[in-house]
């Protein structure tokens, strides 16, 4: 990308993983078209994604990962740009920020930058209560390439960042996050499934008091610290599944091993 003066700026690579994500992905796909570059990862995806995809220009690029960590690493490696955004397919990059985000690269203060998020449960916008594995304030979305590393792991893996994180953008980035409460129930369960292989797996076998302990404190701290209630049922809803996802993930983890014959 040019300046006009022929000198060469910065780049920005757009990066979407995704899982048959379809009915998503292009919607997605549509608010990044200014970036000067669009790389999709498909990871096992039987639908019509990468149909959707490389209509919208973007360069896919599919395979299969087990874990998140290495999945996002691969579409990091794909990333051709000076510049990364990381999006979801349920994600939307809102003209405002888009502006932002090229302002930040264009003269850039840090080498990762936060990005605010709006987070909506169906088509409502829903301000209070998010947080632990619902959803979060803001995001580490934008960053100088080779500046973010993703870590081990099925769910929520550890980042790591080399450089100065910045102050976040101000243009928050719209996140579709459920469409509704029996989503939300997907969710949790697919969440914690793959959170009690985790434990698992690395013999972090969680136990009853430590789970009773932390259902009390997230619920609390949703609802009450993070002002679920301002949200009427959605807020209570927020709180209830951010309560049950420790107590979920050590009932998993206490049944599997019982059925298998013990701790591992």
């Given at each position: 990308m040019s300046d006009g003066s022929g000198v060469k700026g910065p780049t920005l690579s757009a990066v979407v993983i995704a899982r048959n994500e379809a009915a998503q992905l292009g919607a997605c796909l549509a608010t990044l078209r200014f970036a000067d570059e669009i790389v999709c990862v498909l990871d096992r995806s039987t639908d019509a994604s990468a149909e959707i995809a490389r209509r919208a220009g973007a360069r896919v690029v599919e395979g299969a990962w087990e874990l998140e960590g290495p999945r996002r690493n691969a579409g990091l490696d794909a990333c051709t740009g000076s510049w990364i955004?990381?999006?979801?397919a349920d994600e939307r990059v809102t003209p405002e920020l888009a502006g932002e985000v090229r302002a930040a690269i264009a003269s850039p203060a840090a080498d990762v930058f936060l990005v605010p998020m709006a987070n909506h449960i169906g088509a409502r916008l829903v301000r209070h209560g998010w947080g632990a594995y619902n959803g979060v304030a803001a995001k580490p979305m934008l960053f100088r390439a080779g500046a973010k590393r993703w870590g081990a792991g099925r769910v929520h893996p550890k980042v790591a960042f080399t450089g100065a994180i910045g102050a976040p953008l101000h243009a928050t980035m719209d996140h579709f996050v459920d469409r509704d409460i029996s989503d939300m129930f997907r969710r949790l369960n697919r969440y914690t499934d793959l959170a009690a292989l985790d434990a698992i797996e690395a013999g972090a076998t969680p136990t009853l008091r430590s789970a009773l302990?932390?259902?009390?404190?997230?619920?609390?701290?949703?609802?009450?610290?993070?002002?679920g209630y301002r949200e009427g049922a959605d807020g209570v809803a927020l709180a209830a599944f951010s309560a049950l996802y420790p107590l979920l993930i050590y009932l998993k983890v206490a049944t599997r091993q019982q059925f298998e014959g013990g701790p591992r």
């Open positions: 955004l990381e999006v979801d302990r932390r259902m009390l404190s997230r619920g609390w701290k949703s609802y009450v610290a993070r002002r």
